[in-house]
């Protein structure tokens, strides 16, 4: 803790929250392993390990990050890590995921519920909590970047596993929905509509299509989003590849049109060719 914190370490709230990812929790938990075998129950000897681990980990650490960023698993490479007491230690994310939003007007519904003590004495009235839970349901837009480039380098290189991510995240974005009080709302439900684009530009949203909100049908949302997606290709002309995936018939301006499969197979095409 000490070597990672400094003078934070034995303040659990001065010290920032880091994130680990599996290569540096294996790392670090056979070294400690290691370290507890040699030493036995001898703390001096421990004390001692312990401080010519870190003198030489520290050395072999600066040597590694001129070469490359420190590893922190799947979860560091996509949504980064920044870590102030170590900025070698620090990673960019390589996926943008924009808050979703309502195409429409945002439709509220208050969830009444209460908690009955059964063991209440007979003067009790048996209410322990009266609370309500605001309930939100709708058609959303969502919009998330992957920095090709950026995941890439925080794969390490690894253009094998990269293609797997992108190949595994069109599926996560279509299938998977956060959510809670699952129990009691289900909500699992799957995307109507996705326009993948690969491109060399700065990515752009379209969410300015849902300025003016439009009526809470798939069909609207998405003839609302083609017109506008229509208007930025005449203005910009940027070129993007497309493919889409839509359970509604609307053409989509220069895309392809296919299953959630063949948006997940051209998505793994991204990653860069393992040369030969």
């Given at each position: 803790?000490?070597?990672v ?12 929250t880091?994130l680990l ?5 294996a ?6 392993q290691?370290?507890?075998?040699n ?5 001096r ?6 401080a ?6 520290k ?5 590694m ?5 420190l ?7 996509l ?5 102030t007491s170590?900025?070698r230690a620090?990673i960019?994310?390589a996926l943008?995921v ?21 063991l ?6 048996g ?21 090709l480039?950026?995941l890439h380098?925080n ?6 596993l990269m293609?797997e ?6 599926y ?10 699952l129990?009691?709302?289900?909500p ?6 996705m326009?993948?684009e690969?491109?060399?530009r700065?990515?752009r949203?379209?969410a300015?299509?849902y300025r003016?909100p ?7 949302a998405v ?7 229509a208007?930025?290709d ?6 993007e ?29 991204l ?6």
């Open positions: 803790m000490k070597a914190y400094g003078e934070k370490a034995t303040s659990k709230q001065s010290r920032q880091l990812g599996e290569p540096e929790v790392f670090l938990k056979a070294e400690a290691q370290m507890a075998e030493a036995g129950a001898d703390k000897t421990a004390k001692s390990l312990a010519e681990w870190l003198k030489t980990n050395s072999n650490l600066k040597a990050s001129s070469g490359a960023k590893p922190a698993g799947l979860a560091g490479a949504f980064g890590r920044m870590v170590d900025p620090n960019d994310a943008h924009a808050h979703a939003f309502t195409v429409h007007a945002e439709e509220v519904e208050s969830d009444y519920f209460v908690a009955v003590d059964d209440a004495e007979a003067d009790d009235t209410a322990d909590t009266i609370q309500e839970t605001e309930l939100t349901s709708g058609l959303f837009y969502g919009y998330v970047v992957v920095d480039s950026a380098l794969l390490g290189g690894d253009v094998g293609g991510v992108l190949h595994n995240l069109i996560l974005i279509a299938e998977v929905s956060p959510g809670a009080k129990g009691s709302t289900a699992y439900s799957r995307a109507s509509f326009l993948l690969a491109g060399d700065q990515p949203s379209l300015d299509a003016v439009c009526r809470a049908e798939t069909s609207t003839a609302v989003l083609c017109g506008h997606l208007a930025m005449q203005a910009y002309e940027t070129g590849t497309r493919h889409v995936m839509s359970l509604s018939n609307r053409e989509v301006p220069s895309a392809t049109r296919g299953s959630l499969r063949d948006l997940a197979a051209f998505a793994k095409s990653a860069p060719q393992e040369a030969d």
